[in-house]
Antibody, heavy 124, light 110 residues
Framework: QVQLVESGGGVVQPGRSLRLSCAASGFTFSYYAMHWVRQAPGKGLEWVAILSYDGINKFYADSVKGRFTISRDNSRNTLFLQMDSLRSEDTAVYYC?????????????????WGQGTLVTVSS | QSALTQPASVSGSPGQSITISCTGTSSDVGGYNYVSWYQQHPGKAPKLMIYEVSYRPSGVSNRFSGSKSGNTASLEISGLQAEDEADYYCSAYAIDNTYVFGTGTKVTVL
């Protein structure tokens, strides 16, 4: 079965960096685009970024553009989110999610499988 | 990239039907049929309930249905059950290759 497991969250000071990982299993990881989505405590969902199945196309929310970098290692079935210049407003649970739909497609698609999330707290 | 607008809360009695609206613009909800809906119970990850406006993934009850008219999408839950009490979010693909979520709706089963 599809499984996504995030890791790397923790407490970090404003202005510092953190790298999240998402280990995928149960499907051919290299065939699917992947997303990061976050949820601040008690708040709604916010889309963060998407990376195409081959790592070529990446798009970001305006709120993280220029500070966050999404990447993947298809040989290790792992998705990453490098977060730099962190701010207090980046405090959230970060989920990785698979772009559902046809494999090896660049078309939009739903978030069909989600990980359990990892909490990032930005505080001095 | 403004959040789509959803009512903060909707409630209904067991067995009743409720509808949650999701209003965007012609650049997201109105521009594409890539609207999806998610159910989230407290402390849990979201779960896909509807994709591409009206399609249900395997395993999702047929009590859930989706539709769209212009810039507004809707999720209907019929035969409301206690287990349907949760937060619901819509999401849409947007013109600039990004995605946007709705503000979220808390569904209460009375």
């Amino acid at each position: 079965q599809v499984q996504l497991v995030e890791s790397g969250g923790g407490v970090v000071q404003p202005g510092r960096s953190l790298r999240l990982s998402c280990a995928a299993s149960g499907f051919t990881f290299s065939y699917y685009a992947m997303h990061w989505v976050r949820q601040a405590p008690g708040k709604g969902l916010e889309w963060v970024a998407i990376l195409s199945y081959d790592g070529i196309n990446k798009f970001y929310a305006d709120s993280v553009k220029g500070r966050f970098t999404i990447s993947r290692d298809n040989s290790r079935n792992t998705l990453f989110l490098q977060m730099d210049s962190l701010r207090s407003e980046d405090t959230a649970v970060y989920y990785c999610a698979r772009r559902g739909g046809a494999a090896m497609s660049r078309l939009p698609g739903p978030f069909d499988y989600w990980g359990q999330g990892t909490l990032v707290t930005v505080s001095s | 990239q403004s959040a789509l607008t959803q009512p903060a809360s909707v409630s209904g009695s067991p067995g009743q039907s409720i509808t949650i609206s999701c209003t965007g613009t012609s650049s997201d909800v109105g521009g594409y049929n890539y609207v999806s809906w998610y159910q989230q119970h407290p402390g849990k990850a979201p779960k896909l309930m509807i994709y591409e406006v009206s399609y249900r993934p395997s395993g999702v009850s047929n009590r859930f249905s989706g539709s769209k008219s212009g810039n507004t999408a809707s999720l209907e839950i019929s035969g409301l059950q206690a287990e349907d009490e949760a937060d619901y979010y819509c999401s849409a693909y947007a013109i600039d290759n990004t995605y946007v979520f709705g503000t979220g709706t808390k569904v209460t089963v009375l």
